[in-house]
């Protein structure tokens, strides 16, 4: 497995979380069994991405705009988690901020599986592809 290919899989998780997540309703119980599943997700997720995807891109000039993107948008969607985190699951506005951390994340993962996959694909050597998955995979099974 690559880096491109360990990450995507976690993409895939965070796209099915914030889609259930958006169905759920009130101060329910599964509202803070899912909030906590993918609040946790993209927290850690963005630690180990930035470890081990944009800061080893960041010394490249044809990366070096894309990583900085990549790393405000994770502070935008932590901005959202804390705002989440900060509204009561019963008021009428909490699924309003889901809705805008949906969009959000998912605009995030896109540039990152459309626009910078392809590029640091170009930046790192096949080694470095397969030598990163490891320990990004390490980081996100260590915090689940």
């Known amino acids: 497995m690559n880096i491109f290919e360990a990450i995507r899989k976690d993409h895939d998780i965070q796209r099915d979380l914030l889609a259930q997540l958006i169905e759920t309703s009130g101060d329910s119980k599964n509202r803070d069994v899912i909030y906590s599943k993918i609040k946790s997700q993209l927290l ?4 180990a991405e930035e470890r ?5 891109l960041i010394s490249s000039d044809m990366m070096q705009d894309h990583a900085r993107h990549g790393i405000a948008e994770h502070h935008e969607i932590e901005e959202l988690i804390e705002q989440l985190d900060s509204t009561e699951y019963s008021a009428s506005n909490w699924l309003v901020i889901a809705k805008k951390l ?12 459309h626009v910078f996959f392809q590029l640091a694909g170009k930046v790192f050597t096949e080694k470095q592809k397969t030598d990163l998955a490891e320990p990004y995979r390490k980081h996100m099974a260590s915090h689940e």
Do not use: G, N, R, T
């Open 102 to 113: 949906k969009e959000k994340v998912e605009h995030h993962l896109e540039d990152e599986e």
């Open 44 to 47: 850690i997720h963005a630690d």
């Open 52 to 56: 081990y995807f944009y800061k080893p």
